[in-house]
């Protein structure tokens, strides 16, 4: 699976950006897609995660409430909507592709293929 990711920016804080995720070589419904970012000098975490139909969705207490993925298997894209962005939400996000969705699937190691990344700055 190619992904490719884009729609990140500067924005300011308590702006909005959506990000997009458009993969390509593989049937798309039949991956797990997640979201992730990665600070300077930090680790990469977990943003959100949805299964391949689209039905199930998760997301840790940080960005629940301000952050909405969802997918359109048709368009074989992956959304981020991110509302209610806060200077700490400054990252490089990427998409990643797994053939298992489970909602306690949120490390790297989970996730086999990976986009580009987008860079988000949101300013204060």
């Known amino acids: 699976v190619q992904l490719q990711a884009y729609g990140g920016g500067l924005v300011q804080a308590g702006g909005s950006l959506r990000l997009s995720c458009v993969a390509s070589?593989?049937?798309?419904?039949?991956?797990?897609m997640g979201w992730f970012r990665q600070a300077p000098g930090k680790e990469r975490e977990f943003v959100f995660s949805?299964?391949?139909?689209?039905?199930?969705?998760y997301g840790p207490d940080s960005v629940k409430g301000r952050f909405t993925i969802s997918r359109d298997n048709a368009k074989n894209t992956v959304y981020l909507q991110m509302n209610s962005l806060k200077a700490e939400d400054t990252a490089v996000y990427y998409c990643?592709?797994?053939?298992?969705?489970?909602?306690?699937?949120?490390?790297?190691?989970?996730?086999?293929?990976w986009g580009q990344g987008t860079q988000v700055t949101v300013s204060s």
């Open positions: 949805i299964s391949g139909s689209g039905a199930n969705t």
């Open positions: 990643a592709a797994s053939a298992i969705w489970r909602s306690y699937r949120t490390g790297v190691q989970n996730y086999h293929y």
């Open positions: 070589g593989r049937t798309f419904s039949n991956y797990a």
